[in-house]
Nanobody, 125 residues
């Protein structure tokens, strides 16, 4: 069993930056690929980014367009999502999740097993 806790969300103006963190307990994150998803009010949860267990490969949603970067520090049991040039449409609850395998980079929720409770990101215009 893995417990995931996201942090780093908050209120930021358009064009600003935030770095989200996802800390794990119960298991080492180095055993998993990891993903970030988000869910805006009234919308379905959508894929943001994923990273394999060593960090050697990543995958991003098309809307990221170089603004967001996923990374990980297995020694600290944490993954990050650096978000730059934020837009109001980035407003959502952001969730981290463990991949079903060490190499999971998929964009669908059913490829991920354990989920955190989410952290709210609000971008004002």
């Amino acid at each position: 069993q893995v417990q995931l806790v996201e942090s780093g969300g908050g209120l930021v103006q358009a064009g600003g930056s935030l770095r989200l963190s996802c800390h794990a307990s119960g298991r080492t994150l180095g055993d998993y690929a990891m993903g970030w998803f988000r869910q805006a009010p009234g919308k379905e949860r959508e894929f943001v980014a994923a990273i394999t267990w060593t960090g050697a490969a990543t995958n991003y949603a098309d809307f990221v367009k170089g603004r967001l970067t996923i990374s990980r520090d297995n020694a600290k049991n944490v993954i990050y999502l650096q978000m730059n040039s934020l837009k109001p449409e980035d407003t959502a609850i952001y969730y981290c999740a463990t991949g079903a395998t060490r190499w999971t980079l998929g964009k669908t929720s059913n490829e991920y097993n354990y989920w955190g409770q989410g952290t709210q990101v609000t971008v004002s215009s």
